[in-house]
């Protein structure tokens, strides 16, 4: 892990689609700075520098990539604990699903997400998504200092 | 007088006798003993002789007179009637007696004149004292006649051999005789031989010294006339009756008018209407029997007294309006009214007035008749009673049959039968299920009730077993005077005299009690009795559905826990539903994301060491992956449809339509196609998923022509029936109409996918929104001739 801290949280728990996002953010150049969390739990340890991660310094990342449906904590939750602090609200948070339900995407944009992307089946239209992600997110969006 | 030619025989004798002794020259002697004067003159009118009674009344002397001409010395007798009488005496040679006036004697004098061949022998005297009885006689004649003929009656007087000596006028009126045709003659002539026979034994009877009075009919010249007679008989002092005074009076009008005011009073005697006079200050003037009988005051009592007597204090106005009215000249007629009668009761009576008016048409009082309607009136309320009990029944009917809810219905069972019988306390009372115990369950008392409502009462030896027995309304006119009760004591100690129970009875059972009772003794009627019963039955019924009604809502109650658990039970599936659909949507595609993804970078990553048919199988999984990711995602579009919520308004399809094709314009490019949008009109329908029909119709239709070099498609619409009918049409594959009714099933495919490719799902999901909508979607096609697809949003069933 870098000084210059984490640019993008993944949270996913498939190992599968774990790997996908790996290859397809590693095919866009992002890939070497990206902390993988297996659950919501994981994520919120991660993030609030808790459990785990309690000595990670405290530097938020540039980007969450969240997966909706998630162990012990669901990515909603964890959606929602970010929005409520205070520091880490306004850390831009995608939604990745391969949920295409109406309820969860109203849901998390009640919640404040900043983009939604239904994971598609083909991998090249994955791996667009991804690009597209990471290049607006990381490179074009100027967040405010501190 | 005139008495010409007057010869009685034995007077004529008398002078011949004077003539002769004159004659005779013999001796005068006896002319001048007689009482008269007498003179004698020769046929030159000269005197001859006169005797001493001439020379006094003349002053003049025998001497100076006898020789001279008579006409000489008394000139002024020239041409009087004297005068000519005595020439016509002596020429005619006929005996002359006048009565004349001698203007030289200055008195009325009788003459007398007989002639001689030689002269004329004359004899006179002074009759003025005569003269002037006669005149006075005559005056008083005139008088009398004078004031009889202004009688209007018949006056007469006849002598004893019945001949009228005298008439009034009258007589010329009935009779059409003058007074002086009537003189002398007989009574029968006059007034016929018929009327006299009548009259005839009472003008005896007065001829007989009696005072006679009769009325009949007698005739006259104009028919008859109904008279009424009196005989006044004139008696002198010795008894003998000289003449009869007869006076008859026309009565004929008179009796008329008599019989008229007898009928008159007799009608008014007779009357049962009060028929009463008074005057303007309202003092009662005259009073009937009938009045008696309403009033119950006697004439004697009443007769003076002011008619205020009879009004009662409240309608006082009511006899000053009339006064104001009668004084208008105008008629109460019928006006109904309450009097008081003399024991102070009112009477219910019907009143005319009218003003009696006198001969100048003054009004000098009222008449005023009244009849008794007392009997009407209790028939008109009786009437009215009777209307008011039946509507009030018709309105327990209504309230009775109207509502289920058993306490409402006592409740206005109980306040309508208080307006509808007078009471004191109504109570119905109920049995418990094995009827040995009664309660009351409403209760309406004008008094501290004795039983209270709710509290169970054994039946035991009481009235109600009595009613549960025998199953018929039990009446007491008198609380204890014929049974003792268990409840005869209470009853009494909260005044109640009689009552009347009447049995609730559904199917033969004596479910409860109706009961009314009254502080009054016999305050039912067998009117009330019968009304009650009518009463009882309906509230049986009403007590019936009621209870039916409750049992009803029992179940319903029951039903509808049922159904909310079952509810409950079909919302927990469908949470299962949603939730498998959701794993369906989430847990599997990820898999089919890892077979495409690994594979890609297998394809990638590895292509120099892949040989080829590898690859190609690589490329195999990438394409089954995919479509099972369409498969995956269609089916779950199809089945979000049942969940999501229908949001109608009004869709503009000609715009959707064209939207939906630019979104289709990757199937278009590279194809010869000619599209046919219609005027399609707007509808009502959920815009997002019109779009979805009308995106899978169109692409369908665009998928289909494929293989057409020319495709041709339209969007089009029609009017069936009143339906608006939308259809999208093409040239394409179109398909076997025998196989129509698989068209629309999930994963139903007429075609292989290496030809057309796709789930089988689209139309399912055409015709489940159709549906949704309340439409219906059909087809028509034929192999290789093209399909239409027609569906309408409205009309069919809504299959929400």
Redesign the interface.
């Known amino acids: 892990m870098s000084s210059n801290g984490v640019e993008i949280l993944l949270v996913e728990d498939n190992p599968n689609d774990v790997e996908l996002a790996l290859d397809a953010l590693r095919e866009q150049k992002l890939a070497n700075r990206i902390q993988v969390v297996r659950d919501g739990a994981e994520a919120l340890d991660f993030i609030f520098c808790s459990g785990q991660y309690a000595e990670r310094p405290n530097i938020p990342p540039k980007l969450i990539l969240l997966d909706l449906k998630l162990p012990k904590v669901n990515g909603l939750e964890v959606l929602q604990r970010i929005r409520s602090d205070a520091n880490m609200k306004i850390i831009p948070v995608v939604m990745m699903t391969s949920s295409q339900e109406e309820s969860d995407l109203i849901n998390s944009y009640n919640l404040g997400v900043n983009s939604y992307i239904v994971k598609p089946v083909d991998f090249e239209q994955f791996t667009e998504a991804v690009r597209e992600i990471g290049f607006y997110w990381l490179l074009l969006n100027k967040l405010p200092k501190n | 007088m005139n008495n010409d030619d007057h010869d009685s025989s034995s007077q004529q004798e008398g002078r011949l006798i004077d003539q002769i002794l004159i004659s005779s020259n013999q001796s005068f002697e006896l002319l001048e003993s007689i009482s008269e004067a007498f003179y004698g003159l020769d046929g030159d009118w000269r005197f001859i002789y006169l005797n001493h009674k001439a020379e006094q009344l003349w002053g003049r002397k025998r001497e100076d007179l006898i020789g001279k001409h008579i006409w000489s010395e008394f000139p002024q007798g020239v041409d009087t009637q004297a005068f000519k009488e005595m020439h016509r005496a002596l020429h005619e040679q006929k005996t002359v007696r006048f009565e004349s006036f001698s203007s030289f004697l200055g008195a009325w004098v009788e003459v007398e004149v007989y002639p001689m061949r030689t002269g004329l022998s004359v004899y006179f005297h002074d009759i003025s004292q005569r003269k002037r009885a006669e005149e006075a006689l005559n005056d008083s004649h005139n008088r009398l006649q004078l004031i009889t003929d202004s009688l209007p009656i018949l006056i007469s007087y006849f002598d004893r051999e019945m001949h009228y000596q005298f008439v009034n006028k009258g007589y010329k009126e009935w009779f059409g005789y003058n007074a002086d045709q009537v003189t002398g003659k007989h009574i029968a002539e006059i007034i016929g031989q018929t009327a006299f026979e009548t009259a005839k034994p009472d003008i005896e009877n007065a001829l007989n010294g009696q005072v006679v009075r009769y009325e009949h009919e007698m005739p006259y010249d104009k028919g008859t006339r109904l008279t009424r007679t009196q005989l006044l008989p004139q008696v002198l002092e010795d008894g003998t009756v000289v003449g009869v005074i007869a006076m008859v009076e026309d009565i004929t009008e008179q009796k008329r008018i008599d019989e008229r005011l007898a009928r008159l009073a007799a009608i008014v005697s007779s009357s049962n209407d009060a028929i009463i006079s008074e005057a303007l200050d309202g003092t009662i003037t005259s009073w009937n029997d009938g009045a008696e009988q309403i009033y119950g005051y006697s004439a004697d009592e009443i007769i003076q007294k002011p008619i205020s007597l009879l009004i009662p204090s409240d309608r006082l106005d009511e006899e000053k309006r009339f006064l104001q009215k009668i004084a208008a000249n105008e008629i109460v007629k019928n006006y109904d009214t309450i009097r008081l009668k003399k024991d102070g009761t009112k009477v219910f009576v019907s009143v005319t007035l009218s003003p009696i008016k006198d001969e100048q048409g003054n009004i000098v009082g009222i008449s005023k008749t009244a009849q008794d309607i007392t009997e009407r009136k209790r028939s008109e309320g009786a009437l009215q009673r009777y209307a008011e009990r039946l509507s009030a029944i018709n309105r327990l009917d209504r309230v009775i049959s109207s509502n289920l809810d058993l306490g409402q219905v006592y409740d206005n069972f109980v306040k309508e039968l208080q307006g509808l019988i007078q009471l004191d306390r109504t109570a119905i009372v109920r049995l418990n299920e094995t009827k040995d115990q009664w309660q009351i369950i409403r209760q309406w008392t004008q008094h501290k009730p004795a039983i209270q409502p709710g509290e169970w009462r054994s039946v035991n030896g009481s009235v109600i077993e009595w009613l549960v027995t025998n199953r018929i309304p039990y009446s007491e006119a008198e609380v204890g005077a014929d049974e003792n009760w268990p409840e005869t004591a209470i009853l009494q100690r909260e005044g109640i005299r009689s009552r009347l129970l009447l049995p609730l009875i559904i199917s033969e059972q004596v479910i409860g009690v109706l009961t009314v009772a009254s502080r009054l003794p016999s305050a039912f009627s067998e009117d009330d009795q019968s009304i009650l019963v009518t009463i009882a039955d309906q509230l049986s019924i009403a007590i019936q559905n009621a209870t039916l009604y409750e049992k009803a809502q029992l179940h319903a109650t029951e039903l509808e826990q049922h159904v909310a658990e079952r509810t409950a039970k079909l919302e927990a599936s469908n949470k299962e539903l949603e939730a498998f659909s ?1 794993s369906v ?3 599997l ?6 077979l ?6 297998l394809l990638r990553d590895y292509a120099a060491q892949i040989p080829e048919p590898a690859e190609r199988y690589l490329h195999l999984i ?1 394409d089954n ?2 479509q ?2 369409t498969l995956i ?1 269609d089916l ?1 579009t199809f089945s ?1 449809l049942n969940r ?1 919520p229908l949001n109608k308004q009004t869709v503009n399809v000609v715009s959707m339509v064209n939207q939906v094709l630019e979104d289709l314009s990757g199937e278009q490019e590279n194809r010869k196609l000619e599209i046919i949008i219609g005027d399609l009109p707007t509808c009502q329908a959920d815009a997002a998923l019109l779009k979805q029909v009308v995106t899978n119709l169109l692409s369908n239709a665009l998928k289909f022509t494929r293989l057409c070099d020319m495709a041709y498609i339209e969007a089009g619409y029609q009017q069936i029936n009143d339906e608006n009918v939308y259809y999208i049409k093409d040239n394409g594959a179109g398909f076997d109409m025998a196989y129509a009714d698989k068209l629309f099933g999930v994963f139903q495919r007429l075609h292989r996918s290496d030809e057309f490719p796709g789930t089988g799902v689209g139309l399912a999901i055409v015709q489940r929104i159709i549906r949704r909508h309340g439409g219906r979607v059909w087809a028509k096609a034929e192999v290789n001739n093209g399909a239409t697809l027609y569906f309408t949003l409205e009309g069919g069933s809504a299959d929400e």
Not at chain 2, 589 to 594: F, H, T
């Open positions: 959701y949507s989430h847990d595609r990820a898999p089919l994301r890892a495409d993804g690994f594979s890609k970078i990438r992956s995919q099972m990711g995602d779950l979000r999501q």
